[in-house]
Each structure stands twice: as structure tokens, then as C-alpha cells.
């Protein structure tokens, strides 16, 4: 058995949109001075809404729960692999910056990573 | 108290022919709704709304997202005059905090069971901004019949000829596809109706052309062996989305009036050339869907596919356009990278491309698709195809004794609208 890296590994349920029951894979590992959050979706597993549908207030729920602090926040999105010969269904890491407005994070912007960078953070 | 539920009309794709079928999600929520309410419906797709016609409470029913902007107004005109407006059906949850904006209530989830709170609610004047029940579906056993009595039925027709009845056997969906929603608005089990029950609204449909709008009935092959065997003895026939790639359940099919299947073309494999075979060779007709401009399409792979439709004889086919709708996979893929340029929810008809493609400008992609259609009907029209895939229903019809002739007194309309013959 393979122990993990992270301090949280969990399948973590969470307020889609309009509060729709929903699930997530989530990991969290502290750093030194940053903490990383990784959201990973479930497809079928997932009752309600997808993680990316609700980035903003998925990472909010995740960082009031374990009190994170939005500036030491290193957000990650997978989208796992299905299994699929389509390349639509590969597997991808995004890594999330969000603005913080009047102490609220806001404006997602995606960014894809590189293996590289997946090492990096994973 | 007059509830006027409304279908509010869209753009219709131009070049292609366009049929105007009775709308389902209406029907399917106003069997729900108290007997003491008086229902009016207006589809706007065939007839004009009567905004100065006497009403107490508006509902708003949107399928596609194309609709959505024209409900919007629909609802200002009645709100204006102080009239309260609810919204509901598919497109409203897939916009649902959009939709808020524009009503004084949203409906997300399936209705059967929950109208009572509703109209309750309007009656005492606190009625809810949001009535959730997107993660709790009715008991599927307690789904009867839809009330297909409001429909104005002569607006149905074509020179005389009824369109067909939309049906359902079942909701949900155990598939999480690429393109589609129908997993997170139905729910992720595939929940089929008791046989009894399907076969009891069947029953009850005037008419003997149906189409099983099932996103795919191939998802339990006991309950579909049975929903086929139980529906031999109706005679109806009828169009579905897939069916189980099995010998014995296209044998059924068949015999249950299977006239055609929507059926998936995603790549130039012998696999599907030998799909579409089987089905054809159990007597049932084929309409390939095509979606261009998937992130693993160049354009010679469009092309090649567009020739390889040609020679896998399919009976019909439909031209898509990749579309992100709300709450697809396709919609977070392209989102995270930055590709949707277009947000006009008018354009999202799966004909104009609201996206960056991988491969191509979406110029190019447009383009492709303009020429798929054109490539694919170059020899024989849509209408000539259309009209020798009716042939054959209208002969298996005349084989079992079903045929109902046109209506001679609908000769000359069409979708309600005078034509020349």
C-alpha cells in the first residue's frame, strides 16, 4: 500500500450550484509556506455539479473548512481519464489563480500544466 | 385560476428543413399541475401569444438554450403588467442563476409531485425565488401519462400529416458523454419506467408515430428486452436514440415498429460501418448524428469522414456543431482553456460555432460544416431522403394495418400556416 504525500486524501462532498449535493477527489499538502488543494473530478461518481462549474466557490468551501489562507493558496483542478481512446477524455492538471477582492477569491483563470510542473506540485 | 404555460419559439437552423414537433416537457409538467387549475398552453413555435389574453400565473418551459433569450422577454411583457412568472424545464437548470434574474420564481428539477406546493405557494402569494429539487426525482414508479390533451393538435401537422408523439420510457443516465447534460439534469442512474407504465401512456397516445426521446434505451438490456416484447402488440412506430447492438434486441425492436435510430458516427471504423448495417439489415433505418469539430479533429479527418458516411449508407444525417452547453464536460474543458468566444445564448443552435477549435478557425469550422451538409445531399436531397424514409413506415403501416391516411382537411397548412400544395 502506498502511503500518501498528503495530509488530507478524501473524498470530499461539497454545495454545488444552488447547494446540489456534490463530490469531489480532494487533496491537500502544506508546504512550507503554501498550501496545495487539489480538486479532482468524479464524473459518475459525482451527483451534482462539476468541480469546474463551481471553481470559485468550491476553493472558498475547501479554504474556510481547513483554513487555508487565500494568499498561501495553490489551487489544482484534474479532470482524470476515462479510459478512452478520444483525447478529450485524457487526463489534464490546471492550476487555478483566482483574484482576491475585498477578501473574497474571484475571476478564475485556468492555467494547464506541464508534466514538469505537475511533479512540481504533486 | 388560468395558468398559460408557454414554449417560447427559437431561430430555426437555415438550409434545413424544419419540422415542428408537439414539445414534451410541457406536456410532461402539466400532468402534474392540480386538477383545479385551468391550464392554456401556447407552443410560440406555431402560433402567436396572446399577451392580452386574461391569465393569473405564467410558466415559462425551455428545452434548448436557444429559447432562453426570447423567455426572458416573454416574461418582462407579463411581468410588466403584474404578473407573475415562473420558469422550468431543462435550459432553465442549466441557466439557472441567469434565469432567476428575468422571473419571480425558477422550477429546477422534475415536477411530478411537487405542482401542488406551487400553486399553493402563488395562491397565498409566497412563492418561492427557487424550488430545488434538482438532487431529489420523484419515485419513477409514480410517473403516469403526459397531458397531451393541451396541445392544439392541428398546429401539428404538415399537409395533413401528423408529426409524431414524443414518449419516454425512462430518465437519467448512467453515460457522462462528452456533449451532454442530460446526466446532471436527470441524475447519473438510468431510472427506466415499470413497464406497466410505459406501455399504459402508450397506450393512451392518438397516434401511431412516436419518437423515444430516451437519451439511450441501450442501458439495461432485461428492461429493454421487455419494454420491446410488451410494446409488439401496440404496433406502434417509432424513432429512438441508440438501442443494444444485439441481434436479439434489434429482432425485438423491429418487431416493436423500431422505423429508425439516431445513431453516434464519431469515426470511420469498420465497427460502426457494421452498426449500421445490423440495423439496417433488422428491416431499421439509420440517421447518423455527427458532431464536427471535437479537439481529436483535423480537417482531413472531417472529410474523410463526411466520404465515409457516404458509403456506409445511412439513411439520414444530422451536421452538429461541437456546442458547450452549461454543465457538459465539453463546457469545463473549453472554459478552463479560454476557448468560448461567443455567449449569445442565440447562437448556441449547434449550427454556428461559438468556440476556438483545436485544428482549424472556427471560420474554417463553420465552413466544414456547411459543407458536411452540403457533401452529404448532394445527390439526393433531404427532403427526397426524408421522403424514402417515410415510404417505408408508411409501408410497414399498410403491411399491419395501421395506416391512417392524411388528413384531407390539413391538406393545404402547414404548422398551422396556409401552403400551397
Known amino acids: 500500500m502506498k502511503l500518501s504525500n498528503y495530509q488530507i486524501d478524501e473524498i470530499y462532498p461539497f454545495h454545488g450550484t444552488f447547494g446540489m449535493p456534490s463530490k469531489c477527489g480532494l487533496k491537500i499538502k502544506q508546504l512550507e509556506h503554501k498550501t496545495i488543494v487539489i480538486t479532482t473530478e468524479l464524473y459518475q461518481e459525482n451527483p451534482g455539479t462539476s468541480i469546474t462549474s463551481v471553481t470559485t466557490s468550491l476553493a472558498t468551501q475547501i479554504c474556510e473548512e481547513y483554513k487555508i489562507p487565500y494568499d498561501k493558496l495553490i489551487y489544482l483542478e484534474c479532470a482524470p481519464g476515462m479510459n478512452s481512446k478520444l483525447n478529450f477524455y485524457d487526463e489534464v492538471y490546471y492550476r487555478v489563480d483566482f483574484d482576491l477582492v475585498n477578501h473574497e477569491l474571484q475571476n478564475p483563470k485556468w492555467t494547464k500544466i506541464t508534466d514538469d510542473e505537475k511533479d512540481i506540485y504533486l | ?421
Not at chain 2, 407579463?78 to 412568472?85: H, L, M, N
Not at chain 2, 430545488?132 to 409514480?142: A, F, K, V
Not at chain 2, 449508407?313 to 465539453?330: C, G, I, R, S
Request: one cysteine or more; aromatic letters at 12%; glycine letters at 6%.
Open chain 2, 1 to 421: 385560476m388560468k395558468f398559460k404555460l408557454i414554449y417560447p419559439k427559437w431561430r430555426k437552423l437555415e438550409g434545413q428543413t424544419t419540422f415542428n414537433l408537439p414539445p414534451h416537457g410541457p406536456v410532461v409538467m402539466a400532468a402534474s399541475i392540480p386538477e383545479h387549475v385551468n391550464v392554456s398552453f401556447t407552443d410560440e413555435n406555431v402560433e402567436n401569444i396572446d399577451f392580452d389574453e386574461a391569465v393569473d400565473f405564467v410558466g415559462i418551459s425551455m428545452m434548448l438554450t436557444v429559447q432562453i433569450k426570447r423567455g426572458y422577454e416573454i416574461a418582462q411583457k407579463y411581468r410588466e403588467k403584474g404578473i407573475k412568472v415562473i420558469f422550468g424545464g431543462i435550459s432553465t437548470m442549466l441557466h439557472a442563476e441567469e434565469t432567476l434574474k428575468h422571473a419571480d420564481s425558477i422550477f429546477l428539477g422534475e415536477s411530478e409531485g411537487r405542482m401542488e406546493e406551487v400553486f399553493n405557494d402563488w395562491k397565498k402569494g409566497t412563492l418561492k425565488q427557487v424550488y430545488n429539487y434538482l438532487h431529489e426525482h420523484p419515485d419513477i414508479t409514480t410517473i403516469g401519462p403526459a397531458r397531451r390533451s393541451i396541445l392544439n393538435r392541428p398546429l401539428y401537422n404538415h399537409k395533413g400529416v401528423q408529426m409524431v408523439d414524443l414518449f419516454h420510457a425512462s430518465r437519467g443516465c448512467r453515460f457522462s458523454c462528452y456533449p451532454c447534460a442530460v446526466s446532471y439534469l436527470g441524475g447519473r442512474k438510468f431510472r427506466p419506467r415499470p413497464i406497466d407504465k410505459a406501455i399504459e401512456e402508450l397506450e393512451s397516445i392518438d397516434n401511431n408515430r412516436l419518437f423515444i426521446v430516451d437519451n439511450s434505451l441501450a442501458q439495461d438490456k432485461n428492461w429493454e428486452t421487455d419494454l420491446f416484447k410488451a410494446m409488439i402488440p401496440l404496433k406502434k412506430k417509432w424513432i429512438s436514440h441508440t438501442i443494444d447492438d444485439d441481434p436479439k434486441i434489434l429482432d425485438l425492436a423491429a418487431q416493436a415498429g423500431a422505423w429508425y435510430v439516431y445513431q453516434a458516427v464519431f469515426d470511420t471504423s469498420d465497427y460502426i460501418k457494421e452498426r449500421i448495417k445490423r440495423y439496417h439489415d433488422h428491416g431499421i433505418g439509420v440517421e447518423g448524428t455527427i458532431l464536427l469539430g471535437l479537439d481529436d479533429q483535423t480537417e482531413d479527418d472531417i472529410k474523410r469522414l463526411i466520404d465515409f458516411l457516404l458509403e456506409i449508407d445511412l439513411d439520414l444525417a444530422e451536421f452538429t456543431v461541437l456546442t458547450p452547453f452549461p454543465h457538459t464536460k465539453v463546457w469545463d474543458d473549453l472554459l478552463r482553456e479560454g476557448r468560448i468566444f461567443d455567449r449569445d445564448w442565440n447562437n448556441y443552435n449547434a449550427g454556428q460555432v461559438v468556440f476556438q477549435p483545436k485544428h482549424m478557425s472556427p471560420d474554417r469550422l463553420q465552413e466544414l460544416y456547411q459543407y458536411a451538409w452540403d457533401s452529404f445531399y448532394k445527390e439526393e436531397s433531404q427532403e427526397q431522403k426524408m421522403f424514402k424514409l417515410f415510404s417505408k413506415v408508411v409501408l410497414k403501416e399498410m403491411n399491419d394495418g395501421t395506416f391512417v391516411p392524411r388528413k384531407r382537411e390539413l391538406i393545404n397548412q402547414s404548422f398551422g400556416k396556409q401552403v400551397i400544395r
